[in-house]
């Protein structure tokens, strides 16, 4: 791919956390680790109840099966370390904070409402500037989508401002 | 074979699922295993056979389509199709994109035919052979297909199985089903059921691409034109057959193996072709004998991937992952009873994937120009139209606006997973062999007694898990290899 290096990065100069390899590292065991302990709030079942194991075990089992594994890829990663593709661009950033939008438009306000503001705030940031194409996205496609889906599956789709229009 | 699939309803599913299968598999991002969960909820509309076939029809006809735009642009519409790029984009430079077309189409459709002829055969004898199997068997198969993460050829082994192990982790989520008590639920009653397949696949492939397309606005393809498709000469036939045969039989057997699929396929078969050929020296240059290789291959596992799918119920691969669900969904059971109690129902779908090949033969052959047409499209359009589908497709299962938080969650995750080189794969593959794997451990400690060594007075159970350790071993002796 034209957008990963393919060279080793040259970041060996940089103190061991702050490197990528470290911190990924780091945040798998640090949520496994938490996970973990969680395990051991798990209700236990009674003896007489038990059936072969008892239901934290396996998940503690697998918790730190992935403790070690990210050990073992952390100390792999010392000698050879990742390739990771360039520096994330704005858009990434940009299309990441609609979700954030969709999120909370669709808890307050609507669920289509917020499918159209994701797709105009998407499409825009990407690059769309003609009207047409994004009043297709935001309008035309989710109400084709939302017709499609409440006729043919029959789907009752979450009230909200826009929805409640059509349902009442 | 064919006969269950004599009815208009069924032939225009079948059109339609190869139809929409070319689509994505041409579309750079997307693939069989997406539009595959996409489309899950449609089918919910459809009779179980119906549904079947259209997730089939998809799986086959997305497979051959990503050779398109690797001849083309080259870029593969499907992992799977990578290999292809190697020497069909030089190939299509030279001028000769439709010749370059025309091998990948034939050599796509034997592979897949072959394939399907396979799994014909070898599905009912492996469900015969899953009578003899027991829990413990069951769940020494299921940890050799997790081990078989290991050398999937995406990532590295250890990040696949630690991808794997997550998978598992979170079909752990919600109430364990032998006693009924939450797991990581933390008081959210919607997580009581465990999270469900299709969020987590539509996430991690879907809604992840999209993360990975905003990344990618600068990324010009250098098309090459297609005037149109030809048929391989004979002697372009004369230095392929052997190739064309020997990848549709790799193909089978990789697809046959768990949690394998299409791209360690291709890539098997690329390089045997490679290593079998007569001018290795031509591969990576436009060699004709290197498409033939790669496409066969990868179209010969969609067989194979079905075979322990339908008589097992492990899954060959992430599209027959998404398959697997739309069984259990439909009320279909996979495993040996179903070849015993509804055989017209799976010959149904052996004809249907016969035909299937056949149609994205008569599609690919007549129609690339049209569907390389496709990614004209511009993302900017697109991927928001594909955010709509996949948040009201994921609402629909079952109505719930958790699942699709759950969706933004993976496809977070999913790209971060792919950025610092962990595949998402055998996530899905873990999160659908979870409950068998703990299910069956869990029952055979019970009839052991809990002495776990009691596994290994089982003779089958005891193949499975050397044949678990062969697994491990392999990509590590593969890498040493390498170093040397």
Known sequence: MNNVRNKKRANKSLSFFFKDEFQVSFIIIFISIILLISTFSFDIVPPILNRGIQPATFPKALLILIISLTLIIYCLSIKNPWKIGKKLPKTFFLTLLSFLIFVIISKTLDFFLAISVLSIFVSYNWGERRIFYLLLVSIIFPILVFIFFETILGLRFPPGIITNLYYY | MLTPLF????????????????????????????????????????????????????????????????????????????????????????????????????????????????????????????????????FALAIFGLTMLSSIGEGSPIKNLIAGAFGILISTIGKDFMTSIDRFTYGINELSVGIGFIPVVVGLFAISEMLTQSTLLDQVFKRVALKAVKLPTKDDYKKTWKTILRSSGIGSFIGVLPAEGGTVASLIGYSEAKRFSKNPEEFGKGSIEGIAGAEAANNAATGGAMVPTLALGIPGSATTAVILTGLIIHGVRPGPDLFREQPDFLYGIFGAMLIANVLFFIFGFFGAKIFARITLVPNKILWPMIFAVSVCGTYSLSQSIIDVWIMLFFGVLGFFMRRFGFSVVPVIIGLILGELVEGTLRQSLVIFDGN?????????????????????????????????
């Open chain 2, 7 to 138: 009815s208009s309803k069924l032939l225009i599913v079948l059109l339609f699922g190869t139809l929409f299968g070319l689509i994505l598999g041409v579309l750079p991002g997307l693939g069989p295993t997406t539009g595959g969960a996409l489309i899950l909820p449609f089918t919910m509309t459809l009779d179980p056979l119906s549904a079947i076939v259209l997730l089939t029809s998809i799986y086959c006809a997305g497979t051959y389509g990503g050779a398109i735009t690797a001849v083309l642009i080259n870029t593969p519409g499907t992992p799977a199709a990578a290999a292809t790029c190697l020497d069909g984009y030089p190939l299509a430079q030279k001028g000769e994109a439709g010749r370059a077309l025309g091998m990948a189409t034939v050599s796509s459709t034997v592979g897949g035919i072959f394939s399907v002829i396979i799994l014909v055969f070898f599905a009912p004898l492996l469900a015969k052979l899953a009578y003899e199997f027991g829990q413990p068997e069951y």
């Open chain 2, 452 to 484: 776990w060594l009691m596994f290994l007075t089982r003779p089958i159970a005891l193949t499975f898990f050397i044949l678990s350790l062969i697994a491990l071993a392999f990509p590590l002796l593969r890498s040493k290899k390498q170093n040397k």
